[in-house]
């Protein structure tokens, strides 16, 4: 028991520190490295990886406005913000649609995994290829709002906050340079997994979590949020860039791992 529990906060405190450096939110690792030790549900694990995001993201975006590391555009991330708000609730439904469809935690991890494959796959060829590709600099209301509801849908469903989608969104619609796109990243974060857990809270559809875990992942959280913002203000961008590299080609074996676990049971 002891052991785990330790297992459990090293991961929530290593995964939010990276997170907070890339501006991935962390739960893009604590969410398939917890579905692959198996050691609660999978609902559950979304919700505690959901607020151990939550508790990094707040700690670290305060954190980086109070020290001023960062170039936040107030009326553009608030746009972003807005649309992540509904994307976290309309996320949330929709993963408890597909809980009320499937009848059984086994398919949703196994659909949960192939998205997340999916995703992170593709943002690791637009990262390595993106010196090549023409980015965007869209400023319109609309873009902006869809883009955040995209984002906050995927995070929310997924149960990972946010992820490796977040960062290659803003740099290729709105032209951000990596360090801006990662703070950004944790704003959009911030703002969906608020939501995410009003929305929980208010239609009772909270899964039944370990106190302890959850305790230990939300304090992980936010002592990673603080460790990554330290050392985000530290290293440059290219340091950046080739961890959130090498973080991808972990999480891609992970959720490799994990599909066959599931579709094993």
């Known amino acids: 028991m002891y052991g785990l529990m330790i297992i ?8 939010s520190a990276v997170g907070a450096i890339c501006g991935i939110g962390g739960g893009v690792i604590i969410k398939p490295v917890l579905d692959a030790m198996g050691i609660m549900s999978v609902s559950a694990i979304s919700f505690l990886s959901g607020c ?6 707040v700690v ?30 309309t996320g949330k439904i929709g993963f408890q649609m597909l809980k009320d469809y499937a009848g059984n935690e086994t398919l949703i991890g196994m659909v949960q995994a192939a998205v997340l494959l ?47 989608m977040n960062l290659i969104a803003l740099e290729y619609f709105f032209s951000m340079r990596t360090k801006e796109a990662a703070f950004n990243s944790l704003y959009i974060i911030m703002f969906s997994q608020i939501a995410s857990l009003i929305q929980v809270s208010l239609t009772g559809t909270m899964p039944e979590v370990n106190m302890i875990y959850a305790l230990l992942m939300v304090g992980g959280g936010i002592l990673g ?26 999480i891609i074996g992970i959720n490799i791992y994990n599909i066959v676990k599931f579709s094993a049971i």
Do not use: C, H, W
């Open 118 to 164: 999916v995703i992170t796959a593709s943002t690791l060829i637009y990262t390595l290829l993106k010196s090549r590709i023409k980015t965007k600099q869209y400023k319109s209301r609309g873009v902006l709002v869809s883009v955040g509801l995209v984002l906050g849908i995927m995070s929310s469903f997924l149960g990972i906050g946010g992820g490796p």
């Open 52 to 57: 151990t995001v939550l508790s990094m993201s």
């Open 225 to 250: 949020g603080n460790i990554g913002s330290i050392i985000n203000k530290r290293i440059d961008e290219k340091a950046v860039t080739k961890l959130f590299i090498g973080l991808l080609v972990i």
């Open 60 to 89: 670290s975006v305060f954190k980086n406005i109070k020290s001023g590391n960062t170039s936040l555009d107030i009326k553009m991330s608030s746009l972003l913000a807005l649309g992540a708000v509904a994307g976290g609730v």
């Open 8 to 15: 459990v906060f090293a991961v929530s405190l290593l995964s």
